[in-house]
């Protein structure tokens, strides 16, 4: 069986998806989180492998973002009802959040 490659508004679509699971995660402390464009496109060219299509996503959602997002949750510095903003830029992502007043 053969398949068409993904396009990379496909795989940004994907990326979506995939965050939603994570907002939704973090709803539960009412934290927002907010993916730029540039984080977006970062994610879908770093995380897609041609080979295996969307499914190292998955993965690098986990190993990156979501440890970012950990890590900022542990040490307690994202407080519960926090905005948490997503950026890409110098090969990595970063994060930066607005606690609530």
Excluded at 30 to 55: C, H, T, W
Aim: net charge negative; hydrophobic share 40%.
């Amino acid at each position: 069986v053969l398949f068409k490659p993904l396009t990379l508004p496909e795989i940004e679509r994907i990326v979506e998806l995939m965050v939603d699971d994570l907002r939704h995660r973090l709803e539960e402390r009412q934290i927002k989180l907010e993916l730029s464009e540039s984080a977006r496109i970062f994610i879908a060219n770093q995380g897609y492998d041609p080979v295996y299509g969307a499914r190292p996503l998955k993965r690098f959602l986990q190993s990156r973002l979501e440890t970012l997002v950990g890590r900022a949750l542990v040490s307690g510095e994202v407080f519960d009802g926090a905005t948490i903003k997503v950026d890409a830029g110098d090969g990595k992502l970063a994060i930066d959040w607005h606690n609530p007043d």
